[in-house]
């Protein structure tokens, strides 16, 4: 059974800075692209950034690029997001998720197939 579990979500001040964690298992982890998205308030789950599999290429957002980096850690079966200089409108339930797909584009939902249960950041002004 696959799992997906997120961390390190939280109240944080504009400016700051947070490190989300995405523990995987039941899957074969360093073969899966790995995508973090976000839901806001209101609004539509979004793409935030990916990471495939070997050579790790990455992926994001324009929203987030330059503030926010993605990593894998293979050994650890972990997805990580570091994300600097938060801004209020990066406020949202951050979902970790999964794909073995080749197909499709990285920044599309439909291209997912497992998710997590999310984690919640906040950041105040």
């Known amino acids: 059974q696959v799992q997906l579990v997120e961390s390190g979500g939280g109240l944080v001040q504009t400016g700051g800075s947070l490190r989300l964690s995405c523990a995987a298992s039941?899957?074969?982890?360093?073969?899966?692209?790995m995508g973090w998205f976000r839901q806001a308030p209101g609004k539509e789950r979004e793409f935030v950034a990916a990471?495939?599999?070997?050579?790790?290429?990455?992926y994001y957002a324009d929203s987030v690029k330059g503030r926010f980096t993605i990593s894998r850690d293979n050994a650890k079966n972990t997805v990580y997001l570091q994300m600097n200089s938060l801004k209020p409108e990066d406020t949202a339930v951050y979902y970790c998720?999964?794909?073995?797909?080749?197909?499709?584009?990285?920044?599309?939902?439909?291209?997912?197939?497992?998710w997590g249960q999310g984690t919640h950041v906040t950041v105040s002004s």
């Open positions: 998720a999964a794909t073995m797909r080749l197909g499709g584009s990285y920044y599309s939902e439909s291209r997912y197939t497992y």
């Open positions: 990471i495939s599999r070997s050579p790790s290429n990455t």
């Open positions: 039941g899957l074969t982890f360093s073969i899966y692209t």
